[in-house]
């Protein structure tokens, strides 16, 4: 966990796409963490083996160890992912799995962004809505949001460029942050 009134916030996309419009807007949020807040994205959601419950004990595989301690270092989770054939991406599902046998997540303030046009996404919304809520994190639900994002609006830096959206990405990080520091359990 962050410092003493610091907030540490990590953003886990689940796309494993180049391009991802769903990854720009993590990296977007990345840049709007204002002072006092430390966003780390995620990076690992490739080298996660496929789970496997005989697996899932010490010594855990070392992907996952990673993806566990990151998040018990976080004071909350953003994502970002996208749907595909109906659900959640098969890559992110996974990660999502590896989180069951952990405590890590457990109470952990989350939020999401839906970046998919308008009709497109209740589905990956509604499986992340249930996966979370199996593993007991604390879903913000006024930072979970629908944001679409056209491809054409992320810049050649792979952030995004479109002022508004920018504006809308920093209202939720600066919520999420908030939220963290307001259900950190008191030590």
């Not at 839906?114 to 979370?132: F, I, K, M, P, Y």
Request: glycine letters at 10%; one cysteine or more.
């Amino acid at each position: 966990m962050a410092g003493p009134g610091a907030a540490q916030l990590l953003l886990i996309s689940g796309s494993t796409r180049h391009g991802s419009t769903n990854t720009a807007a993590l990296r977007t949020a990345q840049t709007a963490a204002s002072e006092g807040l430390t966003a780390v994205r995620y990076d690992g959601l490739a080298d996660l083996p496929a789970f496997n419950p005989d697996h899932d004990r010490d010594p855990l595989p070392s992907a996952v160890a990673d993806l566990r301690r990151q998040i018990a270092a976080a004071d909350a989770v953003l994502f970002c992912a996208p749907e595909y054939a109906g659900g959640l991406p098969g890559s992110f599902k996974n990660l999502l799995d590896w989180t069951v046998g952990g405590h890590e997540i457990y109470r952990k303030p989350v939020a999401w962004i839906n970046v998919a046009a308008e009709g497109r996404g209740t589905n990956a919304d509604a499986s992340l809505r249930t996966v979370l809520g199996y593993v007991g994190a604390q879903i913000i639900e006024a930072a979970c949001v629908r944001l679409p994002v056209p491809r054409q609006a992320v810049g050649p830096d792979g952030l995004i460029a479109d002022v508004g959206l920018r504006t809308q990405i920093t209202l939720v990080v600066e919520l999420v942050a908030q939220q963290s520091l307001l259900l950190r359990p008191t030590e």
